[in-house]
């Protein structure tokens, strides 16, 4: 498709919700461009820190509150999961009609606050509630941040922009473990929410401050974004009969099953088979997971860039080929019985699995025009989180549990190697599945 400048008479056609910046905007320079780039990466490594620091913290909460391994991955997991995916929907729709960035801004001051409540938890209901309003705030995060993004960034450096988003989940995840890790051992677990939910908000104040609302549709001329965004179901409808998106959402949706049933249960794996103390857990996870998943992710999205240019196909052949191989890694990290070599192959494993996400935003942004795109990724996330983060710490926990009543050696490795290598070849299917029809359906888009 050829890019075209944005027009002035198309700028003034927009909704008058947007507060976009149209006869002067700063996103003709690059600079200005990757500073926003930069700043929406920052909030995205806060909703990580703050998902995540549960999972490195969650061994002195279940002996302090007395928990099960399934109370665990509901806390981790589904109470999470749940309402961060009800959420998103309506939030998106706000952000393809609204000003994306106040919602980002009043998201991350809802999360932030959420979380520090987390510490004042007297017993686990108190901590189940406080986990469903961090899901509340979460849910206004990336949809309108991915929106953002694919309205600055052209279609041909997309997924890397989209890629160097989704590192902030990587960094999220290493100051999580590295600070939770070290708070918990040094002081307490509740102390660690207090530390890591309060700057949130100094940050909300610095986006509304610095960040201005883009024009929709800017980095492509399309025209049809400065149109109202059609309503929920016509987007439903539209993404549901692109084959390639049904499949592309599943194969995610399996790959984030292996991120958080797998990876958010590697801190407790690792404590209870070689009894290593939290603080060097959380040393050890941050800088696989963080450094990692943080490659992974930048690797994934320029690989995809790279190949897609010549066949758009390689959206979704790199992630296929990339997953595949975590069948044999997480092979070495659970039936090693080496812990420095399992620890070792925790980054790979998190390199591999982070790969995915730029190229699978980008290529779905790809079947829809700018007006539909932050619902397009709430569709994806919430596809997406219901499966891989609501299901998987859950059932990983569950059949641990059932494992441990029925005497089995080793209960919580079992689990997460059956299910970890179930859903790698369940990702990889869909991955190709949606590969043969992904032509076809970016073809069919209405410009």
């Known amino acids: ?199 949130g908000v100094a940050l909300a104040l610095l986006v509304l401050l610095t960040v201005r609302e883009p024009i929709r549709g800017w980095s492509e001329g399309d025209t049809k974004a400065v149109e109202p965004a059609p309503p929920i179901g016509d987007v439903a409808r539209l993404l549901w ?47 696989t997971t963080g450094f990692g998943g943080g490659l992974g992710s930048f690797c994934g999205g320029w690989m995809a860039d790279k190949f897609g240019a010549k066949d758009v196909r390689w959206y979704l052949w790199v992630p296929a080929i990339l997953t595949s191989l975590l069948v044999p890694v997480q092979l070495a990290i659970l039936l090693s019985g080496e812990v420095y070599f399992a620890l070792i192959m925790t980054a790979p494993f998190h390199f591999l699995s982070a790969a995915y996400l730029g190229a699978v935003l980008a290529v779905s942004h790809n079947l829809v025009n700018g007006r539909m795109r932050a619902m397009t990724s709430a569709v994806l996330f919430f596809v997406l989180n219901l499966i891989g983060l609501g299901l998987g710490p859950v059932i990983v926990g569950f059949l641990s549990d059932v494992f441990t009543r029925n005497g089995m050696v080793a209960p919580l490795g079992t689990a997460m190697l059956i299910c970890g290598t179930v859903a790698a070849i369940w990702s990889v299917t869909h991955y190709i599945l949606a590969a043969n029809k992904v032509r076809e359906d970016i073809a069919r888009r209405q410009v």
Request: proline share 4%; aromatic share 14%.
């Open 1 to 199: 498709m050829t890019i075209h400048a944005p027009r002035a008479e198309t700028a003034h056609e927009k909704s008058p919700d947007d507060d976009a910046d149209t006869t002067n905007t700063p996103y003709t320079q690059p600079f200005y461009r990757y500073y926003v780039l930069a700043v929406l990466t920052v909030v995205y490594v806060f909703n990580f820190v703050d998902r995540q620091l549960l999972v490195i913290l969650q061994e002195p909460i279940k002996a302090e509150l007395n928990l099960s391994d399934t109370q665990l991955g509901l806390l981790t997991g589904f109470a999470f999961a749940l309402f961060y995916v009800i959420c998103g929907i309506p939030i998106a729709r706000w952000a393809d009609k609204g000003n994306r960035r106040t919602i980002i801004a009043l998201a991350l001051t809802i999360w932030s606050v959420m979380t520090a409540m987390c510490g004042l938890a007297a017993n686990y209901t108190h901590l189940l509630l406080a986990r469903v309003g961090v899901g509340v705030g979460e849910a206004g995060g990336s949809p309108p941040a991915h929106s953002m993004i694919s309205d600055i960034f052209k279609p041909k450096n997309r997924a890397l922009a989209l890629s160097v988003y989704s590192i902030g989940i990587y960094i999220g995840i290493l100051i999580g473990f590295a600070a939770g890790g070290f708070l918990a051992d040094a002081f307490s677990w509740r102390l660690a929410f207090f530390v890591v939910g309060i700057p």
């Open 241 to 287: 009969s692109r084959i390639s998106f049904r499949h592309i959402a599943l194969a995610a949706s399996m790959q984030a099953f292996i991120i958080y049933g797998i990876g958010n249960w590697l801190p407790s794996y690792f404590l209870r088979t070689y009894e290593l103390d939290i603080g060097t857990i959380g040393a050890w996870m941050a800088l």
